[in-house]
């Protein structure tokens, strides 16, 4: 091979290595700007937290075995500490420890119970008894659960799909004591004092275009205007308003690159980022004028590679350094990836424990269980 061809042979992998470390690079601090922000940045969100760790690592790794390396190996670090806000790792687990268990705790669980009692995960069949034994076995204080209703996948109107169901004679017969609080498709159970409760109405805050209650909801219409149920309860005294939340999904069409019958990947991307955003700003409104300790819980949708978790109400404080998991995940049962199930609180509320559990099968989302009490 001629000397020219053989140094031009050798340049190849500095190229891709140069390549592949500027476009990382770029596309992190893209991802910065972009995401929560630009409903079509979707499938980017979707990318499993940790890759915004494990890709710069590698890249590093590819820098240093080029000529270059020593011009090269800072673009990987810096998209290395670009996106580690992204990554989902816990630092904080390493070194924080949970204060003692202080008296008057109680016991929260939240959980999306997948449909309730649908049984929609393999490994069963998963009885109502079963699910109903479950959710006793917890023995919790409160209650928040999300998706309190049924679904018919084979309705061609995406919005009929879901169903509404009414268990409360069950639920009383399950949980005497209980004060039980439903709005659209989430439910809170509550064994202490409830003082009051409301649901916070999305719609408010959502384009013109898309205020409107879909026809396929009619009958249902908190299905489409509230995704969070707020329940003001009396914890050792103090007024606890606990916020029950089911955000819709994230944009995912134009990854898939599928549609419904009468709308575009586009438009069902651009109403789920709508209707995410509006429920954030639903709960910044209601939490920014609300004077109670606060606890906030739930199904975001959200993982923490996802920008939109910025607009979680600057008042509240994350748990997650409560876990003891330095990558917690929640979500998909069975090959947990994505952390999408959250607990945020006012700084006046001790998190003495914080858990992420099984959902023994009858959901594709872990339980979180927390003890917790009002200081």
Not at 111 to 122: A, G, K
Not at 130 to 147: C, I, R
């Amino acid at each position: 091979m001629p000397p020219t061809v053989l140094k031009r042979h050798r340049r190849w992998p500095t190229r891709l290595a140069v390549a592949a470390c500027s476009g990382w690079l770029l596309l992190v601090a893209l991802h910065w700007l972009l995401s929560g922000r630009a409903y079509w940045w979707g499938p980017a969100d979707l990318l499993p937290p940790f890759v915004f760790a494990l890709v710069p690592v590698l890249l590093l790794g590819i820098a240093l075995a080029v000529r270059v390396r020593w011009k090269l190996v800072g673009v990987p670090l810096l998209a290395l500490a670009v996106g580690l806000p992204f990554s989902g790792f816990n630092f904080a687990t390493l070194w924080y420890s949970p204060p003692a268990e202080p008296a008057g705790a109680i016991t929260v669980v939240t959980w999306n119970t997948e449909y309730w009692d649908q049984d929609w995960e393999p490994g069963g069949p998963h009885t109502t008894d079963q699910f109903y034994a479950f959710l006793k076995a917890m023995n919790a204080d409160v209650y928040m659960l999300q998706e309190y209703a049924h679904v018919d996948l084979t309705l061609a109107d995406t919005a009929s799909q879901a169903l509404a169901i009414d268990q409360t004679d069950r639920l009383r017969a399950e949980f005497p004591g209980y004060e039980i609080v439903i709005a659209g498709r989430d439910i809170t159970l509550s064994r202490l004092p409830v003082v009051g409760h409301s649901w916070l109405d999305t719609t408010k805050y959502l384009p013109d275009d898309l205020k409107a209650v879909p026809h396929g909801l009619a009958t249902r219409p908190l299905f489409y205007q509230s995704q969070t149920l707020r329940t003001d309860i009396r914890v050792d005294g103090q007024v606890v308003s606990f916020y029950d939340s089911h955000l819709y999904q994230p944009p995912q069409r134009i990854f898939r690159l599928r549609g419904d019958p009468g709308q575009s990947m586009f438009a069902i991307d651009r109403f789920n980022f709508e209707m995410r955003k509006a429920s954030l700003e639903a709960l910044q409104e209601d939490i920014g004028h609300n004077p109670n300790r606060v606890v906030l819980g739930g199904d975001f949708n959200t993982s923490p590679a996802m920008g939109v978790l910025r607009m979680v109400p600057d008042r509240l404080v994350d748990q997650s350094r409560a876990l003891s998991s330095f990558y917690p995940t929640t979500w998909q049962a069975g090959r947990y990836w994505w952390r999408l199930d959250w607990l945020f609180t006012t700084p006046d509320v001790t998190v003495s424990s914080y858990d992420q559990l099984s959902p023994a099968g009858f959901s594709d989302h872990k339980v979180q269980r927390i003890r917790l009490a009002p200081r």
